[in-house]
């Protein structure tokens, strides 16, 4: 019987890691085909990044401010 169980626990352990890791490549795939950057970490996570951020935080700050302002539905000024 211990037998049986430490199977089925191996067996387990295997759809899992098969399951996450499908799950994995899809989402990589989606951010990939979405313009976006994917680092993979040593044990197993993600860094999801969108390199659009980089021009955002290049904008210079008054800008950014006249940006809010306006998509506020508030004139500029």
Same mark, same amino acid.
């Given at each position: 019987m211990p037998e049986l169980i430490l199977t089925l626990t191996a067996l387990a352990v295997v759809l899992l890691a098969r399951t996450v890791r499908a799950r994995l490549a899809a989402t990589d795939a989606a951010a990939v085909a979405e313009g976006w950057t994917v680092r993979k970490l040593p044990w197993g996570g993600r860094v999801y990044r969108d390199p659009r951020l980089d021009q955002l935080a290049a904008m210079p700050a008054t800008l950014a $401010?006249? #940006? /809010?302002?306006?998509? $506020? +539905? /508030? #004139?500029? +000024?």
């Amino acid at each position: 019987m211990p037998e049986l169980i430490l199977t089925l626990t191996a067996l387990a352990v295997v759809l899992l890691a098969r399951t996450v890791r499908a799950r994995l490549a899809a989402t990589d795939a989606a951010a990939v085909a979405e313009g976006w950057t994917v680092r993979k970490l040593p044990w197993g996570g993600r860094v999801y990044r969108d390199p659009r951020l980089d021009q955002l935080a290049a904008m210079p700050a008054t800008l950014a $401010s006249d #940006e /809010r302002t306006v998509h $506020s +539905g /508030r #004139e500029a +000024g």
